[in-house]
């Protein structure tokens, strides 16, 4: 009876330990930021500045659940805009797929309907044509 109390003491302070690491580990280590990747005008095609921060996300998926949004800037047509953010969120999936990311990847358009700038030039627009990820875990 006194070695089973005792394993059971022991293996309660384990338990402590690691939970205690576990919160000084997030403390020190904020969460991973889900940035945001950026796609130019009228295409789909994964960047080459943007497949290092694909390659991040697909290191950090491990196994979670994982939505990503395709939107475009407001030139074109809701329809075509609709159909392009879809067709970016599929190729960042392929992307992440391809670069051994393991998950549930599920894809969405919001097309022009969710600008990150709501400006009306340039500059606002490069910031639109983008994919955006939600991990559920």
């Known amino acids: 009876v006194r070695a089973a109390g005792k394993a059971g003491i022991e293996a309660a302070k384990g338990a402590a330990i690691e ?7 997030k403390a020190l280590a904020p969460e991973y930021e889900w940035a945001p ?9 994964i960047r080459a500045d943007q497949r290092g ?18 939107n475009c800037d407001e030139r074109g047509s809701t ?9 970016r ?30 400006g009306h030039d340039e500059t606002a627009w490069a910031k639109n044509r983008r994919a955006d990820f939600a991990v559920d875990r």
């Open 53 to 70: 921060m694909l390659m991040a996300h697909a290191e950090h998926l491990r196994g979670a659940q994982l939505t990503i949004f395709g």
């Open 19 to 25: 939970t205690a690491g576990q919160e000084i580990a």
């Open 37 to 45: 990747v950026y796609f130019d005008f009228d295409k789909s095609e």
């Open 79 to 87: 329809e075509y805009n609709l159909a392009l953010g879809l067709k």
């Open 89 to 118: 969120a599929q190729e960042a999936r392929s992307f992440l797929q391809k670069a051994g990311a393991k998950g549930d990847i599920k894809v969405f358009s919001y097309g022009e309907e969710l600008p990150k700038d709501p």
